[in-house]
């Protein structure tokens, strides 16, 4: 009896956290980090503010989870782009639209993750967000190179390039937006593949002597 | 008399905000914006933590300032470098190099510009010194285009990708060193210029249907 009650419990405070998860995920996507409160946060999911409480001891805490699962998510979709075979280009063109599409449809999220001001303990999650997309396209990079598919480079030096182009120019601002407000998703995505394409691909500084 | 009280008034406050601000350019050098305290910018400064008060009622304010000061510099020299007649392939190289060899001239203080988690009020000035960077890349990259120089592209976009690259690549941050360390600074240049030359001019994923 005491363990059925206790497997009942734990199912259902699964299920409240999942609830206040998806709520948080909803209110961030509208109004970024800074828009989150303990108040509307407990409305969305549907529970009293002194029951969000015994989740999560502060907006900070349910922000550094919610920051976890939705970058781990976008981790996780441009990597499985890119498991696929194929050469180091074709791979690095799918995992760039594939951060693309996501980034684009996900509408505030994705401008809350890459670049809203944070709270300092949401800049430290917000660091290794940023480090493992480094990682990420420096494995790509670095196999291509090997393989002779791309020309030899400062292969960390241009998958940080890579990180902080896309999260520049993918994901507009909503504070200041860019001149280019009017490109279209499906043209920004085209735009980020081929300026990257040609960033590690390109031999115009060997040509015309800057190297 | 009182003319001549006022004059000399003048210039001794001149002269010790322009103390204050040296002093703060320094801190911010070695501890980035976090380690500014009035206290050690007055103990830097020679002056009583008052007679700091006086110059900048807060923290904010002076690093606002100093924020602005230091981001003029670097746009400043960086337009300078560009100015000089040339293709616009040489005056962009020109021009990142320029950034290039400021930045990691400067120590900390173009990671804190560039990076380091700010106070509201600061993000805010970040933000106008991004979108100033834009529209210098975006002025030569439309120029070149125009001239021919350049194939045609996004050029908004471009320019995004350009600061946030430049941005990401150049200066390490300090907590979170790169992979590439190990880059010295003259490479670490040469590989900038490399990539956004690359970036610019590549017609990559038109040749491959990228695009």
């Not at 981790?75 to 180091?88: I, L, Q, S, T």
């Not at 902080?164 to 043209?187: F, I, K, M, N, Q």
């Amino acid at each position: 009896m005491a363990y059925r009650a206790t497997a009942r419990t734990e199912a259902r405070r699964a299920e409240v956290r999942e609830r206040i998860l998806r709520s948080a995920r909803a209110l961030v996507g509208e109004r970024g980090f800074a828009g989150v409160s303990m108040l509307a946060l407990a409305r969305g999911a549907g529970i009293a503010t002194g029951t969000l409480y015994r989740y999560f001891p502060s907006k900070t805490d349910l922000c550094v989870e919610l920051f976890r699962l939705a970058t781990r998510r976008e981790v996780e979709a441009v990597r499985a782009a890119m498991a696929a075979p194929g050469v180091a280009t074709a791979k690095l063109a799918r995992g760039v639209e594939m951060y693309g599409e996501r980034a684009l449809r996900s509408g505030r999220l994705a401008y809350a993750l890459i670049a809203e001001p944070l709270a300092p303990e949401l800049e430290t999650e917000r660091l290794r967000y940023r480090a493992t997309w480094r990682e990420i396209w420096a494995a790509v990079i670095a196999a291509g190179v090997d393989a002779g598919e791309l020309p030899p480079q400062p292969v960390a030096f241009t998958a940080a390039a890579i990180v902080g182009a896309l999260a520049e120019a993918v994901v507009p601002s909503p504070e200041v937006p860019h001149s280019d407000v009017t490109l279209s998703s499906r043209a920004r995505i085209e735009a980020s593949v081929n300026f990257i394409l040609n960033a590690v691909n390109g031999n115009y500084g060997v040509e015309h002597g800057q190297s």
